[in-house]
């Protein structure tokens, strides 16, 4: 059963940083993309940045500069570091894994607030 725990969330003051991290099980983690995807409230869930099984990023425009991702396969984790962060990079934060061999499969969410 495939299964992906986001953590890291919580409530950082404008400026502040952030390091998710999304441990997967149930799958042979370091074959696959995984992305991190945000919904804030009253938007739609929006890609923030993928990274591929070999360890290429890409980057939504809103973070690119701001935000690194990165994997450890050997741990099943990849983390999303978060900087100079915003009060509209306010949103849970989901974890990804989506392919045609084993399908879609997101994580609980992680909130992350910023505020001052």
């Known amino acids: 059963q495939v299964q992906l725990v986001e953590s890291g969330g919580g409530l950082v003051q404008p400026g502040g940083s952030l390091r998710l991290s999304c441990v997967a099980s149930?799958?042979?983690?370091?074959?696959?993309?995984v992305g991190w995807y945000r919904q804030g409230p009253g938007k739609q869930r929006e890609l923030v940045a993928i990274?591929?099984?070999?360890?290429?990023?890409s980057y939504a425009d809103s973070v690119t500069g701001r935000v690194t991702i990165s994997r450890n396969n050997a741990e099943n984790t990849v983390y999303l570091q978060m900087n100079s962060l915003k009060p509209e990079d306010t949103a849970v934060y989901y974890c990804?894994?989506?392919?045609?061999?084993?399908?879609?499969?997101w994580g609980q969410g992680t909130q992350v607030t910023v505020s001052s």
């Open positions: 990274i591929s099984g070999r360890g290429i990023p």
């Open positions: 990804n894994v989506r392919s045609i061999v084993i399908g879609d499969y």
């Open positions: 149930g799958i042979l983690f370091s074959v696959y993309d």
